[in-house]
């Protein structure tokens, strides 16, 4: 993430893309398999806010929590998709764990001819994109709550939820 960080400064599209379609996957992925994970991803959410999100706005300070909550939501809520990862890593572990109950009965009861119940995964998997989309929704009605008093800021985060574009 510092290296990516120091492409940032230079080509903060480039650097985004590849956070945003890469690296941040691999930390997704980390957070979706390991449990208590959290913790350990205090570093990476330091080089994130100290590094990373001012390099890629073209900032020479380190990011606000405001500004850092603006960047963790999705683009679809109006910001960056850049999640804190230390506050995801136990929501996804949850939901990973939900989706991957019936394998796991499977394989610990030794089931010799498992047959995917595709009706139940599509469900299940339902269930956890309108609990996640609800998350977001909520965190966006918090941070509009706090740019109460910055009515260009609140504008800025509802036109480009509206846009489905990046704020930058």
């Given at each position: 993430l510092k290296q990516l960080s120091d492409i940032a400064s230079r080509e903060p599209q480039i650097a985004y893309s590849a956070y945003v379609y890469g690296l941040s996957k691999r930390w997704n992925y980390v957070c979706r398999t390991t449990p208590g994970v959290a913790d350990r991803l205090t570093p990476l959410e330091q080089v994130?806010?100290?590094?990373?999100?001012?390099?890629?706005?073209?900032?020479?300070?380190?990011?606000t929590d405001k500004l850092r909550n603006i960047t963790a939501l999705p683009p679809k809520y109006g910001g960056l998709g850049i999640p804190?990862?230390?506050?995801?890593?136990?929501r996804e572990y949850k939901f990973s764990c939900k989706a991957t109950k019936h394998l796991k009965e499977a394989i610990l009861k030794q089931v010799d001819n498992y047959t995917e119940d595709w009706k139940h995964s599509k469900e299940v998997k339902t269930e956890i994109t309108m609990e996640r989309n609800l998350f977001y929704q909520q965190k966006q009605a918090e941070i509009r709550q706090e740019l109460e008093s910055t009515p260009l800021a609140k504008l800025m985060l509802q036109l480009a939820a509206e846009k489905g574009e990046v704020l930058g």
């Open positions: 994130t806010r100290d590094e990373f999100i001012p390099a890629i706005i073209n900032r020479l300070f380190s990011c804190v990862m230390m506050d995801m890593a136990d």
